[in-house]
């Protein structure tokens, strides 16, 4: 099912970071016919939709509502991307991330479901946990998993809700792994490290992360599978056209680095010597932190995805230099 203009397509969480990419995107292919659905509260993410282009725009509470009460008002969709979610991995409001990330995927998986409408979700790779029993998107038992943070429960919870139920076997959860880029200057504490090394190597000329405190990883050298947005993007495309690729996919560049050569890809992109230093991890961390993922995406690529992806220092030159530098979003590219 290619995703023509003709396309109408709902975008939750469209002003957000993956979710304001993924108009971008569709924009570049020549898809306008999109309601963008949000909550842009009190942060500034409402800059990331000022370049894009959409039919209209939705506040999530009250797409939520029509839902509930008269769902024909909304008239079919194609495609349902669904980013829309709080994605701090810090966030305590347990009541709050069982509204607004579980209870409100299975009510819009339903009513997609019921109008045979694509739909296409954010998991998360923060459902494995600290990765003991690896990183299978083909996992039989998902009861298995134990995630260490709320955030990453409220992801697990849908997708174990989406397995008992029977819808897994037709819709897509994406399992994003460390996703990075442009547009997500708004996230605060849940930037990627190369937005806020870029505003620490500006102000100070150097580069703060976290020592480790296990034994079996140096400091610098726990790992993570860092994937630039831009791949990110393509493959949630790619997914929502194969009606026949259904249930979790990693999403992740299946290579895991180390935070020094993120550091020093970052340094690289300004021409600038690496210097970094080490810091203690804050306490409230140190029992809930992954010290390496890496996503295994055979079954991505067994979808029939082919596409080559950016390698780190290409995607971290490509976000320095082409948007921290002038502070540009995605749609501001002359």
Same mark, same amino acid.
């Given at each position: 099912?290619?995703?023509?203009?003709?396309?109408?397509?709902?975008?939750?969480?469209?002003?957000?970071?993956?979710?304001?990419?993924?108009?971008?995107?569709?924009?570049?292919?020549?898809?306008?016919?999109?309601?963008?659905?949000?909550?842009?509260?009190?942060?500034?993410?409402?800059?990331?939709?000022?370049?894009?282009?959409?039919?209209?725009?939705?506040?999530?509470?009250?797409?939520?509502?029509?839902?509930?009460?008269?769902?024909?008002?909304?008239?079919?969709?194609?495609?349902?991307?669904?980013?829309?979610?709080?994605?701090?991995?810090?966030?305590?409001?347990?009541? /709050?991330?069982?509204?607004?990330?579980?209870?409100?995927?299975?009510?819009?998986?339903?009513?997609?479901?019921?109008?045979?409408?694509?739909?296409?979700?954010?998991?998360?790779?923060?459902?494995?946990?600290?990765?003991?029993?690896?990183?299978?998107?083909?996992?039989?038992?998902?009861?298995?998993?134990?995630?260490?943070? @709320?955030?990453?429960?409220?992801?697990?919870?849908?997708?174990?809700?989406?397995?008992?139920?029977? @819808?897994?076997?037709?819709?897509?959860?994406?399992?994003?792994?460390?996703?990075?880029?442009?547009?997500?200057?708004?996230?605060?504490?849940?930037?990627?490290?190369?937005?806020?090394? /870029?505003?620490?190597?500006?102000?100070?000329?150097?580069?703060?992360?976290?020592?480790?405190?296990?034994?079996?990883?140096?400091?610098?050298?726990?790992?993570?599978?860092?994937?630039?947005?831009?791949?990110?993007?393509?493959?949630?495309?790619?997914?929502?056209?194969?009606?026949?690729?259904?249930?979790?996919?990693? =999403?992740?560049?299946?290579?895991?680095?180390?935070?020094?050569?993120?550091?020093?890809?970052?340094?690289?992109? =300004?021409?600038?010597?690496?210097?970094?230093?080490?810091?203690?991890?804050?306490?409230?961390?140190?029992?809930?932190?992954? /010290?390496?993922?890496?996503?295994?995406?055979?079954?991505?690529?067994?979808?029939?995805?082919?596409?080559?992806?950016?390698?780190?220092?290409?995607?971290?030159?490509?976000?320095?230099?082409?948007?921290?530098?002038?502070?540009?979003?995605?749609?501001?590219?002359?």
């Amino acid at each position: 099912m290619p995703l023509t203009p003709e396309s109408r397509i709902l975008v939750t969480g469209g002003a957000g970071f993956i979710g304001s990419a993924l108009v971008w995107e569709l924009n570049r292919r020549g898809c306008e016919n999109i309601i963008v659905s949000d909550r842009l509260c009190t942060d500034e993410k409402w800059k990331n939709l000022v370049p894009l282009r959409f039919h209209d725009y939705m506040d999530g509470g009250d797409l939520e509502k029509h839902i509930r009460t008269s769902p024909e008002s909304l008239g079919q969709f194609d495609v349902i991307l669904h980013l829309g979610a709080c994605s701090a991995t810090t966030e305590k409001d347990a009541d /709050y991330l069982m509204r607004n990330n579980y209870e409100l995927t299975k009510i819009l998986c339903k009513w997609a479901l019921e109008r045979d409408t694509r739909f296409v979700y954010a998991s998360s790779a923060a459902t494995y946990g600290d990765g003991e029993l690896g990183m299978d998107d083909q996992l039989a038992d998902l009861n298995s998993l134990r995630p260490l943070n @709320m955030y990453g429960y409220s992801k697990h919870l849908f997708d174990l809700h989406a397995k008992r139920t029977g @819808m897994l076997n037709k819709v897509v959860g994406m399992k994003y792994f460390n996703v990075y880029g442009p547009n997500e200057d708004h996230k605060a504490d849940m930037r990627s490290v190369v937005h806020k090394a /870029y505003g620490q190597i500006l102000s100070t000329d150097k580069v703060q992360l976290f020592k480790s405190h296990r034994p079996d990883y140096k400091d610098g050298e726990q790992m993570r599978d860092f994937l630039y947005v831009k791949d990110a993007i393509q493959m949630t495309l790619h997914l929502a056209e194969q009606t026949d690729a259904n249930g979790l996919f990693n =999403l992740g560049s299946g290579q895991a680095h180390t935070w020094v050569q993120l550091a020093q890809a970052i340094f690289a992109a =300004l021409g600038k010597e690496p210097n970094i230093e080490f810091v203690d991890m804050p306490e409230h961390l140190q029992s809930k932190y992954q /010290y390496y993922t890496c996503a295994d995406i055979a079954k991505l690529r067994g979808s029939g995805y082919t596409q080559e992806l950016f390698t780190l220092k290409d995607a971290v030159r490509d976000y320095v230099q082409g948007y921290l530098v002038g502070d540009k979003r995605l749609g501001d590219e002359k």
